[in-house]
């Protein structure tokens, strides 16, 4: 009964579509028109991707951290090391860009060498202030040589800050408005005034600026992504089109496989700007994916009419018995795919369920596309032509079946001690894979903000800020001696750590203002002692300029104090060990009664990311095979059906893997990715194959390896098309300019290919072998969904 419904279901659909083509393709016309009025709602991300959930308590600790001192990640910094840069023309030339950007809306302030002061002592007002080391320009080579002895020497409050007085690399801080650090306005900035000011000024003076800071490297992280959209798209398209020509030898077949791949892009970017969702690293994958995974719908569809034109050569029927028989196929494949891809809504990472969202709608619309708008253009084409049609014959790939064929028949055992020497090697190497947290590491390497990165490291031990936020729990708390005292400890802890920049805090401050009452005596940097504090301190309240300089490093209660340190770009482990030594000193240092300290910054905030992105990646594995082993179930109706299908799909992504712990391809946001992915995918090629499996049981009266043989023939070429068009589909994220991305396409690549393979050696193999216990009649008797209706011929 479910049977002649589900036939009777696809032969009103197509009923409906070739009667009343006109109307739905104004349908879709209009809504193709729709989707794209939404792409000015897309929005580019401009902050990095929030892995954790809102309510996570990393989240939340750095939301705390934000509500005290606002947003952290203001700063961009521009570097020269060069020696020319000491002297009369290229200084004043330094000084005045770092004054060119003063005048900006979406600049706060700007602190360069010119803009550097000293404190000096007032014992007239008994107070400090503040005293330019540079009054107005330099006009003497003299003059520079005693700055750098006063800045390089003297004063090693603004050490590895403002310079580095080793290698003498100097340094301009340039701090945006806190409310525009994530908006459009910085992008604009940064591209349209800082970059063209900076390549301006290297043109004129020969020295050569490197920038960074998160909003500069944010900026442009993001810009490339941009502008790789396009370039995948269009690299998609011409790859899965030029094997689709190889398969087809037709350029009208191509020619209208592309008009339905370009509308499903279309109503991707449309989905993008309806639901309101940024551009990130991960949805920008989606439109090449839509075409990757459009392509073999159409050829699924453009193959069987072909094949029907070919056998009765009534082109009407041909198309009506395209949908009845070949779109339940394809409606199934599509779904399994899409809730491969459906899994990650159901995870709590905001990242991965905006990607999930998109990319199973996507899916499912590309579906309904290839559906409608392919038998509808045929219908107002002429008959194929015999040259059309002569890749029917497959003479070419007739050896690769036999091969295949030959290998189930004799070689079992081959194949299952392969299949075990693989299992085993993948273990191992799974045992050897890392996490990586890292925020610059998928980041484009050929860039020259990827080298100035690098260099900021070198010279300033790193540019990503790690934030401690101590709570005195009383107000005016932190100027307490011993809370200074504590924290000094902290940071020489710090200080100890090669990963990590010198600290700048509070107690660089006092120590300056100690300084500065010993008429700038470098050797009294330090800490107060009892006796001295409260003269110094009573210095100190009088100073206006001491109040502001306070604000960046104390909250106006006096309660909260934070330490600003900039990490190197480590890997997780690395950073676990640290931080762990960190917590320890805290807790060793910092009573808990007496004060509250935490741990934040963006960096450790993504770092805690990833952690968190695996257990998700676990989560939505896990769900994407309970729920197509349950789409299996209701499609066979026979639990050991459901196992015997599942052992090929899983046996790629183990030795996917493996691969990726023996290369060094560590678990990561765009990696992580790979496994639910290819499983929704590769599974299609077990329902197909099932499919016909069952249906040459029941045409060949229950005789095992004769329909096992046949089904490995009729399947085994539209699976090798299929995955031939997927892998050098998904080969093209190969050329992204970021690792993630290249890693993904590499890696879902081997495991489709490897997954072709499982299909088509070891699950014919496995029901070869079990037959007497699973593929039999009482099993396969009656599915609960035809895939493949009985009289298919193809």
Not at 718 to 737: A, H, K, P
Request: proline share 3%.
């Amino acid at each position: 009964m479910f049977k002649l419904l589900t036939t009777g279901f696809w032969e009103a659909v197509a009923r409906l579509i070739l009667r009343n083509k006109i109307f739905i393709l104004i349908a879709i016309v209009l809504a193709t028109v729709f989707f794209s009025m939404q792409w000015k709602h897309m929005q580019f991300t401009f902050t990095e991707a929030n892995l954790l959930p809102d309510d996570h308590e990393v989240n939340l600790v750095y939301n705390d951290f934000l509500e005290v001192f606002g947003e952290e990640g203001n700063l961009i910094v521009l570097g020269v090391k060069d020696s020319t840069l000491f002297t009369v023309k290229q200084l004043n030339a330094w000084n005045a860009l770092a004054d060119s950007f003063k005048g900006y809306e979406e600049v706060e302030s700007v602190l360069s060498i010119k803009d550097l002061q000293k404190l000096v002592k007032n014992t007239e007002k008994e107070q400090f202030e503040l005293e330019p080391f540079i009054k107005d320009s330099v006009s003497s080579i003299e003059e520079i040589d005693h700055l750098q002895e006063q800045l390089f020497k003297q004063y090693p409050f603004y050490d590895n800050f403002l310079f580095n007085a080793e290698t003498k690399t100097i340094r301009t801080a340039i701090y945006l408005k806190k409310d525009i650090v994530n908006t459009a306005a910085r992008k604009d900035f940064i591209i349209d005034e800082l970059i063209v000011k900076i390549e301006d000024f290297e043109a004129k003076t020969g020295l050569d600026v490197r920038a960074s800071g998160m909003p500069y490297i944010r900026t442009l992280n993001a810009q490339n992504i941009v502008d790789e959209i396009p370039i995948f798209i269009a690299a998609a398209l011409f790859v899965t089109s030029f094997i689709f020509f190889l398969f087809f030898r037709s350029f009208r077949a191509t020619f209208i496989s592309l008009i339905v791949v370009c509308v499903g892009v279309m109503w991707t970017f449309g989905i993008l700007g309806l639901l309101g969702y940024e551009i990130t690293v991960l949805t920008a994958l989606i439109p090449p994916l839509i075409i990757v995974i459009g392509i073999p719908n159409c050829i699924f569809l453009i193959n069987k009419y072909q094949h029907e034109v070919k056998s009765h050569g009534n082109k009407v029927k041909s198309l009506q018995r395209v949908i009845t028989k070949v779109g339940n196929a394809t409606l199934m494949t599509n779904v399994t795919t899409a809730s491969g891809f459906a899994t990650f809504i159901l995870t709590e990472s905001t990242l991965l369920k905006e990607f999930g969202i998109v990319a199973s709608l996507s899916i499912l619309a590309i579906f309904m596309l290839c559906l409608l708008i392919t038998p509808i253009i045929y219908t107002f084409l002429p008959y194929p032509k015999d040259r059309h049609l002569e890749h029917l014959n497959k003479r070419w790939i007739g050896g690769f079946v036999n091969w295949i064929e030959r290998m189930v028949k004799y070689r079992k055992i081959t194949i299952y001690i392969t299949a075990l020497i693989l299992i085993v090697s993948s273990i191992i190497g799974i045992y050897q894979i890392k996490i990586s947290g890292s925020l610059i590491e998928d980041m484009p390497q050929n860039t020259g903000f990827f080298e100035d990165i690098r260099f900021f490291e070198d010279e300033f031990n790193g540019i990503m800020p790690l934030e401690i936020m101590i709570d005195t729990k009383r107000k005016k708390g932190v100027m307490k001696l011993a809370t200074l005292k504590r924290m000094e400890k902290l940071e020489d802890k710090i200080i100890e750590t090669p990963e990590f920049s010198r600290p700048i805090s509070v107690v660089s401050l006092v120590k300056y203002s100690k300084q500065a009452y010993y008429n700038g005596n470098p050797k009294y940097y330090q800490l107060p002692t009892s006796q001295e504090n409260s003269f110094i301190l009573s210095y100190a309240k009088n100073s206006t300029s001491n109040v502001d300089m306070l604000s960046n490093f104390v909250d106006s209660t006096g309660q909260y104090a934070r330490i600003t340190t900039f990490m190197k770009d480590i890997g997780t482990d690395k950073m676990e060990r640290i931080q762990e030594d960190l917590l320890n000193e805290i807790d060793k240092v910092f009573p808990k009664e007496r004060y509250n300290v935490t741990m934040t910054g963006k960096a450790l905030v993504f770092q805690k990311g990833t952690k968190y992105l695996v257990k998700n990646l676990v989560i939505s594995l896990t769900l994407a095979i309970v729920l197509i082993a349950l789409f299996m179930a209701y499609l066979f109706r026979s639990f050991k059906m459901i196992i015997v299908s599942l052992i090929p799909n899983l046996l790629p992504l183990l030795v996917t893997a493996g691969i990726m712990g023996f290369v060094g391809v560590p678990i990561k946001p765009s990696t992580i990715l790979v496994f639910s992915i290819a499983f929704g995918i590769s599974v299609d090629d077990t329902i197909h194959f099932l499919a016909k499996y069952r249906q040459e049981l029941q045409a060949n009266h229950w005789k095992i390896r004769k329909s096992v043989y046949g089904a490995l023939r009729e399947t085994g070429v539209s699976m090798f098309y299929t995955s031939i068009v997927l892998f050098f589909g998904f080969s093209v994220f190969t050329i992204s300019s970021f690792g993630g991305t290249v890693a993904l396409g590499a890696l879902v690549s081997i495991t489709l290919l490897f997954a072709m393979l499982s299909n088509l050696l070891l699950l014919p193999s496995l029901l070869l072998s079990l037959e007497r216990n699973i593929a039999n009649k009482e099993v396969l008797k009656k599915p609960s969904i035809d895939v493949i209706p009985a009289e298919d011929e193809d």
